[in-house]
């Protein structure tokens, strides 16, 4: 019966992901120059590389303003993502305290599952541009990630982590010069 048989993984149609085995996920190597596993189904792993070049034929605006479009289209989502949160303490602060207070298991589950996937689809928005704006620079996310995690693990050894501003750890040693 059809019926009884195990769904088959819904695969987006993109053409381009490979197949392997789940449990081959290199969590643990996120970072890894040459395989970052990102988006992950059933039986699948897209990688960082692939989810670029999808990034790349989805993105449709005229490329002589590409630079300016994707910085714009960044902040709008990004503000897009703190307007959710914004209407989440002002419509509901009973649930805006109990994800603060992680007391998730007495929230509301309906109104908690609908804000999640909100912010989601918004924080999803986020990343297309974070990634478009990559690909108008020739960056790799790959190479984004790997700097962004090299800077924290930097800060963390010199222990300037809760400082703020992106010469933190000239001004320690200036200070401590
Ligand atoms: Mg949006």
């Given at each position: ?48 590389k ?5 990034i790349?034929?989805?993105a ?11 910085a714009?289209?960044l902040?709008?989502?990004?503000g ?13 602060q ?73 010469d ?10």
């Amino acid at each position: 019966m059809l019926g009884n048989q195990p769904q088959k993984p819904v695969i987006p149609d993109l053409g381009m992901l490979r197949r392997t085995r789940l449990r081959s996920l290199p969590i643990h190597k996120i970072g890894h120059p040459r395989r970052v596993p990102f988006i992950t189904f059933t039986n699948y792993i897209m990688e960082l590389k692939e989810y670029q070049t999808i990034i790349e034929k989805t993105a449709v605006y005229p490329k002589e303003i590409g630079l300016a479009y994707c910085a714009l289209g960044l902040t709008g989502e990004a503000g897009e993502v703190a307007e959710k949160i914004k209407k989440l303490y002002r419509d509901d602060q009973s649930l805006a305290n109990n994800i603060r207070l992680g007391h998730i298991f007495e929230a509301n589950k309906k109104a908690y599952s609908e804000f999640r996937e909100n912010v989601k689809k918004e924080v999803g928005d986020v990343i297309w541009y974070c990634t478009a704006l990559a690909n108008e620079l020739g960056l790799t996310l790959e190479e984004i990630l790997q700097a962004n995690y090299d800077k924290l693990i930097k800060r963390r050894e010199t222990g300037t982590l809760h400082g703020s501003g992106d010469d933190r750890e000239e001004v320690k040693r200036f200070e401590t010069s």
